[in-house]
């Protein structure tokens, strides 16, 4: 369902240097498949997530969501792939801080033309809610949980419109160890429940050990087993 072919990316340090972040990689990605990406910070696992959520472009090669090359589409095209195919988590969550839980949920679903939500998405975001144990939480604001529970927000906001791929950066970095592990057990059965192909890339070992697949990022390539 995704692919990468040959794709190279590099920077310009604000010294004028050329940077060299990935090199020639290759990546395939199944659907319904989870794979972890781990390498060390500043090994451009963010720049590789990026590329495939269409959120930069790589200076060579291919991005193929689902047969489709990225950076083939116009940027209406692309923008709608990146709605509606996938859903990104970060380190921090990016919630609105004055809207509710649910509200934040509902947030992907007014991308289209239907205000207010649909009933379906309202009752697909109760139901996702449930899941990751939020249903006393609907009316809270983001301040008012936990890191671990703002974060199962930001999940459920990202599964919200039934992307086919879920894209995490470091998506415990900022929780401690329990909440960590909870996050990363909910990751790994909402991707079987959902049929959602998820790759995350993170420098938690826990983290990567609890997918599928996992590949290491070194010298700009992915690389089946650590150095
Ligand atoms: N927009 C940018 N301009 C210049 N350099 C960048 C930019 N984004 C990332 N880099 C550099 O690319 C390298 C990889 O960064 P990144 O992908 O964020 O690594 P990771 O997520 O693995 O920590 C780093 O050396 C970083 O400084
Ligand atoms: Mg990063």
């Known amino acids: 369902m995704l692919e990468l072919r040959d794709v190279s990316k590099s920077y310009v340090s604000p010294d004028g240097e050329k940077l060299a972040v990935l090199g020639r990689l290759d990546l395939r990605l199944l659907e319904g498949e989870s ?17 495939v959520g269409g959120l930069d472009r790589p200076d060579a090669g291919s991005v193929l969501l689902e047969g489709q090359d990225l950076w083939r589409l116009s940027e209406g095209q692309r923008s709608r792939v990146r709605n509606l195919r996938i859903g990104f988590i970060f380190q921090l969550h990016h919630l609105l801080p004055s809207c509710t839980v649910l509200e934040n949920v509902l947030v992907p679903t007014l991308a289209g033309n239907q205000e207010p939500p649909a009933e379906q998405s309202r009752r697909r975001a109760l139901a996702l809610l449930e899941r990751v144990g939020l249903q006393d939480r609907l009316e809270y604001r983001p301040g008012q949980l936990s890191g671990g529970q703002r974060q199962r927000v930001a999940v459920v906001r990202a599964l919200i419109n039934q992307p086919a791929l879920l894209l995490a ?32 890339v993170t420098h938690s070992l826990d983290l990567a050990g609890r997918m599928a697949r996992k590949l290491h990022l070194r010298g700009g390539r992915l690389e089946d087993s650590p150095a």
Request: net charge negative; hydrophobic share 45%; aromatic share 0%.
């Open 169 to 200: 950066d470091e998506p415990t970095g900022s929780l401690d160890a329990a909440a960590a592990a909870e996050l990363g057990q909910m990751l790994i059965e909402l991707n079987a429940q959902e049929h959602t192909a998820l790759l995350v």
């Open 35 to 51: 794979l972890a990406v781990v390498g060390p910070s500043g090994s451009g696992k963010s720049t590789l997530l990026n590329l």
